[in-house]
């Protein structure tokens, strides 16, 4: 064990190697990039200026959030749209050390206002080659479904999925958690498994550890994204903690929606303590105030991470990507090497 000096823990963060588990690419909208797209697309915003814009992301819970997002989504209508989403989000990830992303997208968002399932998916998809080729940065695509909408509208969207499966690393489940457990999505979520898809689901975010046992046991989910409220249940805890079970937990996100009160009062450092294998990641960085090296260092700082836990949550963060771990090993080795040449000053 060994603490950072407070000088060294940013330097030490930002030369870590990391992957991002958990970020929703319509969420990597930054405001001027937004009114640049509207501006491209001929489409009235309802604000006036960027710092106008920016001035109305003060969230009091998920919703608030949710509605002024799926609002900003609205300029995006182009594959060359989304292309420059994709880019200008790994263009960050990179300068911030990261060398893996596994991003999700909302198809129901983009197909519910017209657009075909492939604009989306193709700009993507594009953008991923580019970050791969220029970035050296690899990434996966998960879709998510909107958890508000029913299963129905989830399975027409696994439909449209179809000729892209190859390209689709798995399935996730977002949108607002309240009134929407995992187990309303269970069909969808079997048929997606048949098909040979990896499984995520928000949950415990704001809903009840109930929820993460659902998505865990009816859901049959590969990682539980943020996961805060599983520390509720000291047998939900024992269960994370013996499948090592990835939670991929969002610190500013979680300060911006006030699921926790104070970044001091994080469970992320609970979370390492327990046994848990808990990631640092982004989840909305053009909305949260910060993208994933800001998410780590508001977490360092917060709760007190010393070097052994950020290299562990590094290591995590690669461990529980959908990589395989012939693919994960060289990131692990540069982990160590980077540990083992770092020096504080
Ligand atoms: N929670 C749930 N749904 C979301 C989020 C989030 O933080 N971001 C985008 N969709
Ligand atoms: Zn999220």
Known sequence: MQDLAKADLERFIAGLPKAELHMHIEGSLEPELMFALAKRNSIDLPYASVEELRKAYAFSRLQDFLDIYYQGAQVLLTVADFHDLGMAYFKRLAADGGRHAEIFFDPQTHTDRGLPFSVAIDGLLSAMGEAEATLGVTSKLILCF???????????????????????????????????????????????????????????????????????????????????????????????????????????????????????????????????????????P??????????????????????????????????????????QAPHLAAIDAYAAGFTAH
Request: aromatic residues 6%; hydrophobic residues 40%.
């Open 146 to 284: 909107l958890r508000h909408l029913d299963e129905d509208a989830a399975f027409e969207t696994l439909e449209q999925a179809r000729p892209y499966l190859h390209r689709i690393a798995g399935v996730g489940l977002d949108s607002s958690e309240l009134g929407h457990p995992p187990s309303k999505f269970a069909q969808v979520f079997e048929a997606a498994a048949n098909l040979g898809l990896c499984r995520v689901a928000h949950a415990g975010e704001e809903g009840p550890p109930a929820y993460v046992w659902e998505a865990l046991d009816v859901l049959n989910v590969d990682r539980i994204d943020h996961g805060n409220r599983s520390l509720e249940d000291p047998r939900l805890v024992k269960r994370l903690a013996a499948e090592q079970m990835t939670l991929t937990v969002c610190p500013l996100s979680n300060l911006k929606l006030c699921v926790v009160d104070d970044m001091t009062a994080h469970p992320l450092k609970s979370m390492l303590d327990l046994g848990l294998k808990a990631t640092i990641n982004s989840d909305d």
């Open 286 to 327: 053009a909305y949260f105030g910060g993208y994933l090296n800001d998410n780590w260092i508001a977490a360092a700082r917060g709760v007190g991470l010393d070097r052994d836990e950020l290299l562990t949550l590094a290591r995590n963060s690669f461990t529980g990507s959908f990589l395989k771990p012939e693919e």
